[in-house]
């Protein structure tokens, strides 16, 4: 099982930053993926940024060159820097993890309560 805790939302002006934290506890699991999704009112969930447990990392194009993810395996927590902020990234950011089970096939993912990111002037 595997739960997580999210912090470092918040309201910013446009061009400013913000870091995202998720702590994530895990027990007879494995973690692999760990990354950010974000979620504003009217629209789909969509992939922020993702690493794996190999430092390999991905991002969406609407986020590239802005935003850094980071992860610390010992902790087993995953940051989200976000520079150069735009109001189009308002929305509510959920961290997501997929884990191995070690007592059953397969992986699940595991999500955050989400934390609100308010960008406006």
């Known amino acids: 099982q595997v739960q997580l805790v999210e912090s470092g939302g918040g309201l910013v002006q446009p061009g400013g930053s913000l870091r995202l934290s998720c702590v994530a506890s895990a027990s007879a699991a494995s973690i692999t993926f760990m990354g950010w999704y974000r979620q504003a009112p009217g629209k789909q969930r969509e992939l922020v940024a993702v690493?794996?447990?190999?430092?390999?990392?991905n991002y969406a194009d609407s986020v590239k060159g802005r935003f850094t993810i980071s992860r610390d395996n010992a902790r087993n927590t995953v940051h989200l820097q976000m520079n150069s902020l735009k109001e189009e990234d308002t929305a509510v950011y959920y961290c997501?993890?997929?884990?191995?089970?070690?007592?059953?096939?397969?992986?699940?993912?595991?999500w955050g309560q989400g934390t609100q990111v308010t960008v406006s002037s």
């Open positions: 690493i794996d447990n190999g430092g390999s990392t």
């Open positions: 997501n993890v997929r884990a191995y089970r070690f007592f059953s096939s397969g992986s699940l993912d595991y």
